[in-house]
């Protein structure tokens, strides 16, 4: 962040700006690599934030200022001023670097569409389907590019999705716009939304992983599986990304335990809420740390 | 018909100049221990102020806080009052904004004053401009994690909203606005929301109360405003398409939020202005507030001065006045 700032600000080049982000994904899978993560990330350094990132690269996005996320965060909001086009590959060097670093699959990682356009503002597209859908046919071509390169997990994050009950038609046909016809192994993650008003419609996303946040609801979410089994590969939040509290591993793997009691074992990855970015360096890689661990002990008891 | 234009509850604490990102410098400082407590609460004070001159400047006859003191809407009322406590990030309604989920523990009890301190700062600042805005008991519950009985929980609140409101009379408000746009989800439980209205208005000496309903369609509530005991309503016109047909004869006060601030596109001012002309020959409103739709925090800063200095030329074209 630091980098980032003193770079907007002329007191670092792009190269010197470059070199910091490569060492500090280097320190990311070094670590997920040492705690033997079973898939890692790249962690997002070259990134200052998941719209603007794509914003800044695609055409027909202008500057917004700053807005509120929530406390004391905040992002710079993107404005559709035009045409939305893909200008070629915005993440593929980055997994690509990866990827090179480490045996472990690296996700490719994107904003969904339909998030991209709910967090923007739009002066140009007559309305929102219409918006979310031109930003589909730019992310399929990323998605297109990632699977050239080889990526075989591609995680498209769309946590709008769960805001708009009456857009989540909208949301499954821009999916399917983005990955229909196309080899990997698609994941979505959604978070912090009413889920009790899209579940179970939201099983018709067409991918194969559904990521949820799950504890900082208190695993609330379970009680709609009951009645709605779920049906996809979970990706289930064990920690919660928006507290200092390092959790224990036996309420972490209390946590899978009661996942298994909804969801067959194969059907489990296991991952903190969301993304890390808002704890410390410490704080994100105790937790990492600790999930790595319950997941293991749990296999074992399973095994 | 006596018109006015207002803010409608949040600014923007940010903007784009080094001057106008102190507070979240002053944040940082403070939770690395660099500066002290009384050091940031001058930054927000600051703050806080330069948001009201900002209002004032826009031309609107009523300003606002801007919630800047408040870490979002909800956890500021329930964190002021005696049995809730905070728990996880939850969206609000269909924005990108996060609020922190209030847990009630066990039946609310009053801790004292909730806002008369934020009141009367504001009124330092602005004279009889200030007015204020708080989210309603009945959407302040219905965010919450509720456990217990809702209705005696809502009894218990409408008792310490109303001696609130009875103290911020005293402090000198005369107009303040209470958010309840949970009701638009939940019209079922209009019943409820309207006893708790009624003991407000009935036990407590209230100043001027305004209703503001957003992020939803409010065209069914509109027949059923009528058994509220309070002065006007304000309604989210871009979530409610046919509202201005449902509003012909409405007799409350008015409060138009026809500047759409989930959006940086800017209105025109006379296609806004013979949209509210039109609508205004079908009211028997006393008076109109014009606003923006809801709360400016969703906005970059510079567009929501430009959104609220819209909303203050229109009401003075429709006053028919100088200045727009």
Request: charged letters at 25%; aromatic letters at 10%; hydrophobic letters at 40%.
């Amino acid at each position: 962040m630091g980098a980032r700032t003193d770079f907007k600000g002329g007191k670092i080049d792009r190269s010197k700006l470059v070199e910091l982000e490569k060492q500090a994904t280097d320190f990311w899978i070094d670590f997920q690599d040492e705690i033997g993560i079973d898939v890692s990330v790249d962690g997002e350094m070259y990134r200052g934030d998941m719209v603007a990132y794509f914003a800044e690269l695609l055409s027909g996005f202008s500057n917004g200022g700053l807005v509120r996320s929530y406390g004391n965060r905040y992002y710079n909001k993107p404005i559709i001023t035009g045409e939305i086009a893909w200008p070629g590959p915005l993440t593929v060097n980055w997994w690509r670097y990866a990827q090179a670093k480490t045996r472990r699959p690296v996700k490719g990682m994107l904003t969904g569409p339909y998030t991209i356009m709910d967090w923007s503002f739009n002066e140009y597209y007559p309305d929102r389907k219409t918006a979310a859908l031109a930003l589909a046919n730019s992310i399929r071509k990323e998605v297109e590019a990632l699977i050239d390169a080889g990526c075989k997990i591609i995680q498209i994050d769309e946590p709008a999705i769960s805001v708009r009950p009456d857009e989540i038609d909208t949301a499954i046909e821009t999916m399917h716009a983005v990955v229909d016809g196309l080899h990997a192994y698609f994941i979505t993650h959604i978070c912090y939304g009413a889920f009790e008003k899209i579940y179970p419609h939201m099983l018709d996303l067409p991918v194969d992983n559904l990521d949820l946040e799950m504890s900082n609801s208190d695993l609330d979410m379970l009680d709609l599986f009951n009645k709605y089994p779920f049906t996809k590969d979970i990706s289930f939040g064990v920690v919660d990304v928006h507290s200092h509290v390092i959790e224990d591993v036996e309420l972490i793997k209390s946590r899978i335990r009661k996942a298994l009691e909804y969801i067959p074992a194969e059907q489990i990855w296991i991952d903190p809420d969301c993304g890390l970015k808002t704890r410390t360096i410490e704080e994100a890689k105790e937790k990492l740390r600790r999930v790595v661990s319950a997941a293991a002990d749990i296999r074992k008891e399973l095994t | 018909m006596r018109i006015y234009s207002k803010n409608h509850s949040t600014y923007p604490r940010i903007g784009d100049s080094p001057e106008q990102q102190r507070l979240r410098r002053a944040y940082h400082r403070l939770d690395s221990g660099k500066i002290s407590q009384t050091e940031f609460n001058s930054v927000l004070d600051e703050t806080v102020k330069s948001a009201i001159d900002e209002q004032i400047r826009s031309g609107v006859d009523f300003v606002t806080d801007g919630l800047i003191r408040a870490y979002d809407p909800v956890s500021h009322v329930a964190s002021r009052i005696d049995g809730f406590e905070s728990g996880g990030l939850l969206r609000f309604f269909d924005t990108n904004f996060y609020y922190r989920q209030p847990e009630l523990v066990h039946m609310p009890r009053s801790r004292g004053a909730l806002f008369i301190e934020d009141f009367e700062f504001v009124r330092t600042v602005s004279g009889d401009k200030a007015s204020q805005t708080m989210m309603g008991p009945f959407s302040l519950l219905r965010l919450a994690k509720l456990s217990l009985d809702f209705e005696a929980a809502l009894e218990s609140l409408a008792l310490i909203y109303g001696e609130e409101l009875q103290r911020l009379k005293t402090a000198g408000a005369k107009l303040v606005q209470i958010d309840e746009p949970c009701l638009l989800n939940d019209f079922g439980g209009f019943d409820f929301l309207a006893e708790a209205y009624r003991v407000i208005m009935n036990k407590f000496d209230c100043p001027e109360i305004i209703l503001a309903f957003y992020f939803g369609n409010s065209v069914p509530l509109v027949d059923k405003l009528n058994s509220l005991p309070v002065d006007g309503f304000a309604f989210d016109f871009t979530y409610s398409p046919g509202l201005e047909e449902m509003l012909r004869g409405f007799d409350f006060d008015l409060g138009i939020g026809i500047v759409d601030c989930r959006n940086t596109q800017m209105e025109n001012l006379h296609e806004l202005a013979g949209r509210v002309e039109r609508l205004m020959r079908n009211l028997k409103s006393d008076k109109l507030y014009v606003m923006p739709s809801c709360g400016l925090e969703f906005l970059p800063r510079d567009r929501a001065f430009d959104k609220l200095k819209l909303c203050a030329d229109l009401s003075a074209v429709l006053k028919g006045g100088a200045g727009a």
